[in-house]
C-alpha cells in the first residue's frame, strides 16, 4: 500500500460533494488514505480513528462515493478511486478484494456516465479533445518536472534572460589555472 494518495479538485469540488457534511468530506479524505491500491477499504476501522458515525458513512454511499462490496460487510471500494490514483504497474498490489472488486467495476462502467454528474461533462467530452479523465489526470502530475541529468541543447536559454548560456569544463580551467 503506498504512503501517498491524491485528491481530485473535481471530485471534491462538485456539488455533489460539497452538500455533504464537513464530517463526511473527512471521512471520505481518511478513506482514501487508508485504501489498498485499488481503493478498497475497510471502513469500520477508519471510523474508530477519525471517531465518524454511521450516519457519515451512510451519507457517502447515498451520495454515491463509497460503494459496498456485497460479500464483505464493513468493506467498501471508493467509486472515484481511478480518477484520482493511479498506482505504477511496479509498485502496485493487488487488494484481497480482487475478484469481487472486478465485477463491481465492471457494473459501475456501465452506469457510470450517465448517473454521475461529478464526471459526466468529462466523459462526455468535455475533456480535451473528449480524452478519458484517467488518462488525462494521470499524465498532469509530471508536467513540468525536469529529470536528473537531462541533457540540455546547445544555445539553451534560462527562463530569467536570454543570454546563451555556455558549457563550461570547471576541471580542465582549475586544473590550467593550478598548473600556471
Known sequence: MANRRMTSNEICASNSFLSMSKAAQAFYHLLILKADDEGVVEAELVKRLGQFTAKNLAELIGHGYLIPLEEEPGVFWIRHWDEQNKVQSDRFHPSIYHDQLRTIRALDRSNRHDTDPVLTAECSGGG?????PVNRLSTEDR???DRKGKYKPSGYRNQFNSIEQHD?????IEQQLLSN
Do not use: L
Not at 480535451?128 to 478519458?132: L, V, W
Open 128 to 132: 480535451p479533445s473528449g480524452t478519458d
Open 143 to 145: 508536467k513540468g518536472k
Open 168 to 172: 563550461y569544463d570547471f576541471e580542465a
